[in-house]
């Protein structure tokens, strides 16, 4: 095995990327609208283009990737976009599809990664099924299933080092069709005891993994962390807390990522931020900690570099003009990098 590889992955959720392909998954490179306001698709498609080509990843976990249906295809789309602008991430793969029109993909450099979809259903099931849990403890389990299965990956670098990948999209806790105050309170407690099944069953997978001192990495957008809304004190914890395994004995069962623990320890004051949103009845943006990439405990010996490429927070994205401004034209997230040494 070939040592002193260098690898570096990235998570970007990229606001609705499906709406810049026509089925064929030709990219509709025109001055119509985009799915984001008041930017045209042309725009957005540009700024992507920059985007990704400064991120210079070995591979990106995409989440919200174009949709896979009985018409379009989401590996098509990414590779037709790869192409198009020369990227050195130009295979995509993919799973289990969903129903949202926003796939999880992981677009990567096929002269440095060999992957393949590779889902587990071994301790928990697979993650297109059905999974059982009693939340609320009074004896009647309840069938909880993804929106968006995660995407399960076994990827092998030129070198010969084997990672598992695990990308995850969890469902958002918005009380959707909420008429009244009564209606948000009822439909948030379900969002939330939902996400926390996903979180459950997520983590029962990533327990497989560590048990047999598997290197793993667990990506992508969570929509969720400590102290994001107010029912978590009615849950004990976040989904984000049970996927890392925070406050279990056994430390080489729990996963590692800087921002969350910056964010778990500090309860007031600022924290990390890699998704920016404008909230119209307050006429401001609301900045959160929706992205991570959590690694497993050898993974973490090694000394890996985090970044968030925020355009405010992140000084070389602040100075570099048309980066700067590629970051806020493309997505309401932006990506999180991290660079390891294996």
Known sequence: MVTGEHLR??????????????????????????????ISRMQQIEALAMVFTALQADGVMIIEAPDTSRRRRTVIALETFARTFDLRTRKAVTGFRNNTQQEIAFLYDPDKLKVHHDPLGDAAPRFDKEFNIDLDMDG???????????LELAMTTAGGRKLRLIGAHLKSKAPHGARNRDEVMRLSITNRRKQLAQAIWLRARIAEHLDRRESLIVMGDLNDGPGLDEYEDLFGRSSVEIILG???????????????????????????????????????YLSA????????????????????????????CWEDEALRDALLTASDHFPVTIDIEL
């Open 289 to 316: 900690l929706l992205d991570y990439i959590m690694v497993s405990p050898d993974l973490r010996a090694l000394a890996p570099k985090w970044r968030i490429w925020h355009p405010f927070d992140d000084p070389d």
């Open 9 to 38: 992955l990235a998570t970007y959720n990229v606001e609705w990327f499906d709406a810049l392909f026509d089925n064929a998954g030709d990219l509709l490179a025109d001055d119509l609208p985009s799915a984001r306001f008041d």
């Open 140 to 150: 009647t389990g309840e069938r909880v299933t993804f929106s968006k299965p995660p």
């Open 246 to 284: 925070d406050g279990l004995e056994d430390v080489r069962h729990r996963l590692y990522d800087p921002h969350a623990a910056e964010a778990l320890t500090q309860k007031i004051g600022a924290h990390p931020s890699t998704a920016r949103f404008f909230i119209l009845p307050d006429n401001r």
